[in-house]
């Protein structure tokens, strides 16, 4: 079934270690996007890319990295987890049109201890 | 600044119609979608407005008025399971999305 796959579902962290959540799609999309949700809050922009080789930042980037070798695959990385990075994240694609919906993954729940 | 309001929680009973409001405060404009949660899960899409003027999907219909920067959501014949959150986003002048904090929908019987 095409879609987003995320992993891990969820994880607990202590602070200071480093981690990387994982997303794969094979829709081929050119877009793909992290996005963090926070009770309370719209959903904010981590990073993203437009397209294979390239990636920028969104609204709330800080401490956080991507890479984006291949079509299919945008990892995430956190270099030295905060607590106030506890949050639920989804990475999502699109074919890049504008008119074009957002396909989530079904999430990874982190919580920073 | 870029700004989408939206009611956090709405309740309405099985069976009725209910209506979501979404304003929008964005540099530039470049259409407006809806994306339904359920708790604990991963948001999907329901709707696109680009043009004034209302879209219907069967149950769910959109409504975009571009000069007042307004949105709806139109629900009917509600069912237990539209019991979700309905999140409210806007494209700006740079393809970027603006999200709105979402509108929690309880639905009782």
């Known amino acids: 079934i095409a879609g987003i796959t995320q992993a891990p579902t969820s994880q607990i962290l202590a602070a200071g270690r480093r981690m990387t959540l994982r997303c794969t799609q094979d829709?081929?999309?050119?877009?793909m996007y992290w996005y963090r949700q926070d009770l309370g809050l719209g959903l904010r922009l981590i990073h993203y890319?437009?397209?294979?080789?390239?990636?920028g930042k969104g609204e709330v980037p800080d401490g956080y990295s991507v890479s984006r070798a291949n079509t299919d695959d945008f990892p995430l990385t956190l270099a030295s987890a905060v607590p106030s990075q506890t949050s639920v994240y989804f990475c999502?694609?699109?074919?890049?049109?504008?008119?074009?919906?957002?396909?989530f993954g079904n999430g990874t729940r982190l919580t920073v201890t | 600044g870029q700004n989408i309001d939206q009611p956090t929680e709405m309740t309405a009973t099985e069976g009725a119609i209910v209506q979501i409001n979404c304003t929008y405060q964005t540099s530039g404009f470049n259409g407006l979608f809806w994306y339904q949660q359920h708790a604990g899960e991963a948001p999907t899409f329901l709707s696109y407005?680009?043009l004034d003027g209302l879209e219907e999907k069967g149950r769910f219909s959109s409504f975009l008025s571009r000069s007042k920067g307004y949105s709806y959501l139109l629900l009917k014949e509600l069912q237990m399971k539209d019991s979700a959150s309905y999140l409210c986003?806007?494209?700006?002048?740079?393809?970027?999305?603006?999200w709105g904090a979402g509108t929690k929908l309880i639905i009782k019987p």
């Open positions: 890319s437009n397209t294979a080789g390239t990636t």
């Open positions: 407005n680009v």
């Open positions: 829709m081929r999309h050119n877009a």
């Open positions: 999502a694609s699109s074919d890049g049109s504008g008119n074009s919906p957002l396909h």
């Open positions: 986003a806007a494209k700006d002048s740079n393809y970027q999305l603006i």
